[in-house]
């Protein structure tokens, strides 16, 4: 096993009498990147500003990187960086400037600041932008800004909540290829993201979270296995078809879920569950075969309700 650099016991988050987190216990080992996933309102945002000592733990245990939040929060913040999921870049300041002011903020001397910042504008492919003001960037190089920034102190532990929000797909394959170098590196990385690729990318371990409690726990590998049989089959209907077909699936699948617009059979055997089909005469007008997902776990999890 290797060693824990933040170990959570019954840990609990109130707001008066609503319950945030309620009383979960996780354990964050030492070189991995370890994600929280979870509809809004799951309790995400209120365990990750424990971890970061920004809100005070109403009841449990929480230990993180050997100190105690509520009696050591300064140590905990001198070995961490954190990425906030907005970016917060001083627009009037050049890319190396953002870096230098974030260098101060940790009593850094100026020359460990230029050897960092060398270091990390090479890390963030930003060396021939060191001097360009910050506000015309494109998305994705604020956001690896915003990295470079959180990773100027060198810290044991980065936290990155939903680092990829709004970037398009490039900037986003861009951004894991760093975050994974990172981990390369020896960081240890806990990851807030609503992107199921994003987890099965960058998380060697994950926890689901649902209604502030952790409905499951391991690797995307392992909970795809436990909670999703191997295949989906996504069937749509022509208009009206759809009630009368649904009528004749019982037992075609291990489990099957109707929707709006189509419905999905979860089985092991893709090929015998549309033999299954065509023998009850049911014919859809589209039929999508595909692997199951980490996706399809969350759902399962936590349902498909909407929740602002």
Request: glycine fraction near 8%; include cysteine.
């Amino acid at each position: 096993m290797r060693e824990s650099i933040v170990q959570a016991r019954g840990l609990t988050k109130k707001f008066g009498e609503f319950v945030a987190v309620d009383s979960i216990d996780f354990d964050i080992a030492k070189g991995e990147a370890f994600g929280f996933l979870g509809p809004n309102g799951a309790g995400k945002t209120s365990t990750m500003k424990m971890i970061t000592t920004v809100s005070p733990i109403t009841e449990g245990k929480l230990i993180v990187l050997g100190f105690d939040p509520t009696t050591q929060g300064r140590s905990i913040r001198e070995r961490i960086g954190v990425v906030p999921q907005e970016d917060n870049l001083d627009l009037e300041l050049t890319v190396a400037e953002n870096l230098y002011v974030y260098g101060r903020y940790h009593d850094m001397s100026r020359a460990d600041i230029r050897r960092r910042t060398v270091e990390l504008l090479e890390f963030a492919q930003l060396t021939d932008r060191a001097k360009s003001p910050v506000e015309p960037l494109s998305g994705g190089m604020k956001r690896r800004l915003t990295i470079a920034r959180a990773l100027i102190n060198d810290p044991e532990l980065v936290i990155l909540d939903e680092p990829t929000t709004g970037l398009d797909p490039q900037a986003r394959h861009a951004l894991w290829d760093r975050l994974y170098r990172l981990k390369q590196q020896g960081a240890t990385l806990i990851i807030t993201t609503h992107y199921m690729d994003e987890a099965e990318q960058l998380c060697d371990r994950l926890v689901v979270m649902d209604k502030g409690v952790i409905a499951a726990e391991g690797s995307p590998r392992e909970l795809i296995k436990e909670y999703a049989p191997r295949e989906v089959v996504e069937l749509r209907f022509e208009d009206g078809q759809q009630d009368q077909a649904v009528m004749k699936l019982d037992g075609v699948a291990h489990r099957s879920e109707v929707l709006a617009d189509r419905v999905l059979l979860y089985t092991d055997d893709a090929e015998a569950t549309q033999h299954e089909m065509s023998e009850r005469g049911i014919h859809p007008e589209q039929v999508l075969v595909r692997r199951s997902t980490l996706e399809d776990v969350f759902l399962k999890l936590t349902g498909r309700r909407l929740i602002d």
